[in-house]
């Protein structure tokens, strides 16, 4: 015969469709502006000697945001020369910054993608 259930089981039920609540991320956007040197096999064009870029890069705090920026460009055969944050979102409009609603746009893809998205990049002849 069949097992009888214990007493204090609680019983098994199936939830269809029923999501887990999504964890609260500690990640925030960063506003980075980036220098790039040379390096040979890096794209740039003919005659540059680097190059600027605007940047968003997520991390928990402004030095993780950072360093996954800086990662990421080396991988891009890129040669990272000085950073410069911005800080974040809230603390730019804090200091009364207006930021177009197409920047925002990018900085939530950033946060959503947890990414480095380049908004702007610069030669420097």
């Known amino acids: 015969m ?3 259930p214990k007493p204090n089981a609680k019983p098994k039920t199936k939830t269809a469709g029923a999501e887990k609540p999504k964890k609260v991320s500690r990640q925030v956007v960063y506003t ?3 220098e790039v040197g040379r390096k040979e096999g890096d794209g ?3 005659g540059s000697t680097g190059g600027g870029m605007v940047c968003y890069a997520t991390g928990v705090d402004e030095a993780e945001a950072v360093r996954e920026a800086v990662n990421v460009l080396k991988q891009a055969d890129l040669a990272p020369l000085d950073v ?3 800080g974040t ?3 730019r409009l804090a200091e009364g910054e207006d930021i177009p609603d197409e920047e925002k ?3 939530n893809r950033a946060l959503e993608e947890n990414s480095v998205v380049i908004a702007q990049f610069d030669p420097i002849y």
Do not use: R
Request: hydrophobic share 40%; proline share 6%; charged share 35%.
């Open 84 to 86: 410069t944050s911005y």
């Open 32 to 34: 980075l502006v980036i």
């Open 105 to 107: 746009d990018l900085m």
């Open 89 to 91: 979102l809230e603390e």
């Open 44 to 46: 740039l064009p003919e």
């Open 2 to 4: 069949g097992e009888k």
